[in-house]
């Protein structure tokens, strides 16, 4: 089993920063692609942002410029520095992990549990 724990959400002015963070634990052996997903009222999921074991960097193209995201493979923590923020990038962001368990053996998604994120104008 594995749990992902989200932390950074909340309410900012439009032209703000946020940070969000993604702590993984449990039966972890490593991790492949993280990321960040979010998910607007009446809209579909849809990626921020996504990072792989190699550091290669993925953002959707209205989050470029604005936001960054980062890894650390030792703590097994994925961040989401988030700058300029919108009143549209309100939504609940959720964490994204592709976890191996052991060498050699099958990736599995896991989400974390959502953390809401709210610009106002």
């Known amino acids: 089993q594995v749990q992902l724990v989200e932390s950074g959400g909340g309410l900012v002015q439009a032209g703000g920063s946020l940070r969000l963070s993604c702590a993984a634990s449990?039966?972890?052996?490593?991790?492949?692609?993280m990321g960040w997903y979010r998910q607007a009222p009446g809209k579909q999921r849809e990626l921020v942002a996504s990072?792989?074991?190699?550091?290669?960097?993925t953002y959707a193209d209205s989050m470029k410029g604005r936001f960054t995201i980062s890894r650390d493979n030792a703590k097994n923590t994925v961040d989401l520095q988030m700058n300029s923020l919108k009143p549209e990038d309100t939504a609940v962001y959720f964490c994204?992990?592709?976890?191996?368990?052991?060498?050699?053996?099958?990736?599995?998604?896991?989400w974390g549990q959502g953390t809401q994120v709210t610009v106002s104008s």
């Open positions: 994204y992990q592709e976890v191996q368990y052991h060498s050699g053996g099958a990736r599995y998604a896991w």
């Open positions: 990072i792989s074991s190699g550091g290669r960097t």
């Open positions: 449990g039966s972890i052996f490593s991790i492949n692609v």
